[in-house]
């Protein structure tokens, strides 16, 4: 692992989601730019002090020279940093778990997808939201045509940890997310905007071909964008909205797709993930959960619990890693539903053309 050191929230449920299934083992690590702090988790993880570094390229140096090296690396630094290092780890020859977004540069997001093209190794990407059993239900049931033809698309990931100056306050969270140094002027989009969009392209199996933003800073003093509105024409002729916000008072997590077709309708919030509403145009409402008869084989698969057990954050994460798992060794080629690079490339090429068209007063503009 590369980052993910103390202080650090994503780099516990990335570790957790490793061991769920018992199909990795974490060996080696530089989990933070501070080498005393790197140090003071490896001992709390139990590595071998040997295997904890000072920086990144000294650990894929020396993995790459021992016998029983490492075989995959999983990216959890900051957005500005993943391009570097993930290239590192493909020159290597080793696998990439990479946290999103996968960078904040089209043209190093086209790099990455060409050079993991000719390694031949597993890049994913972790949007993680796609490993919700009810996630994938609704995916079959768009693919099975229980929707039919798909018309309007509205999805969301909108916030309230920004709606307050909490960078300048000590948060040290919000402090990289507000420094366009490390995230760009459109980090609310590259943050939150990347996740809703990919369950966009997860459940309704569509591409973004046209956007059409507008970007706001409503907090004064920040230096970038913490609210935006993003007007969709799906590669189908749908249309749909995207709104990304960090300054959502009151939302506990504000991830949502609500997806209207000729047929029927459906629903998906990540407050209640456990639970996914069908709508059908000439029927009773239909309610999926894990454990219930009639789920796909997807949904089915990735359900660890019986009838009324919840799952959750770290479950869904799991999932992926499983999956990322089974890739690397080879198994599984037809239950490979883990995003990976094309993915990630997906959602970068997504906000430059929304930043784009926010430049240029709202207008179309297309992805490509």
């Not at 449920?13 to 490793?18: S, T, V």
């Not at 709606?163 to 969270?173: I, S, T, V």
């Not at 997310?177 to 939150?192: G, H, K, M, R, W």
């Amino acid at each position: 692992m590369v980052g993910g050191g103390p202080g650090s929230w994503v780099g516990e449920p990335h570790r957790i989601a490793m061991r769920v299934d018992d199909r990795f083992e974490l060996v080696a690590g530089c989990f933070s730019r501070d080498a005393a702090k790197s140090r003071e988790l490896g001992e709390r993880l139990r590595l071998d002090p040997d295997r904890v570094y000072d920086d990144w390229a000294s650990m894929i140096a020396a993995e790459s020279e021992r016998a029983d090296g490492v075989e995959a690396v999983s990216v959890v630094t900051l957005p500005d940093t993943h391009s570097a290092v993930a290239s590192a780890c493909l020159d290597a020859g080793l696998h990439v778990v990479c946290e999103k977004p996968l960078t904040t540069s089209l043209e190093d997001a086209r790099r990455l997808e060409r050079r993991a093209r000719e390694c031949g190794v597993v890049f994913a990407v972790t949007h993680n939201y796609s490993g919700y059993p009810m996630v994938r239900q609704a995916a079959s049931l768009v693919r099975e045509g229980a929707l039919g033809e798909i018309r309007v698309v509205h999805v969301q990931h909108a916030q309230g940890f920004g709606a307050r100056p909490a960078e300048r306050e000590g948060d040290a969270h919000l402090a990289w997310q507000a420094d366009p140094a490390v995230s760009t002027e459109a980090s609310v989009l590259y943050d939150l905007g990347t996740h809703a969009h990919h369950l966009l392209r997860f459940v309704t199996g569509l591409e973004v071909a046209e956007v059409a933003a507008e970007l706001e800073t409503h907090v004064t003093g920040r230096p970038i964008f913490d609210d935006a509105h993003v007007l969709l024409r799906l590669s189908n002729g749908a249309r749909g909205s995207l709104w990304a916000s960090a300054v959502a008072a009151g939302e506990e997590h504000g991830l949502q797709i609500r997806a209207y077709g000729e047929h029927g309708s459906l629903v998906w919030r990540h407050e209640e993930s456990h639970r996914l509403w069908f709508r059908p145009v000439d029927g009773p409402e239909q309610m999926f959960s894990p454990g219930r008869d009639g789920l796909s084989d997807s949904a089915r698969a990735a359900s660890r619990m019986g009838l009324g057990h919840a799952e959750g954050f770290h479950e869904a994460f799991a999932n992926l890693y499983s999956e990322i798992a089974d890739a690397i060794e080879g198994r599984g080629q037809d239950n490979r539903l883990f995003p990976t690079v094309h993915d990630g490339a997906a959602g970068v090429r997504f906000v430059e053309a929304a930043a784009a068209s926010h430049s240029n007063g709202g207008a179309w503009t297309a992805v490509g």
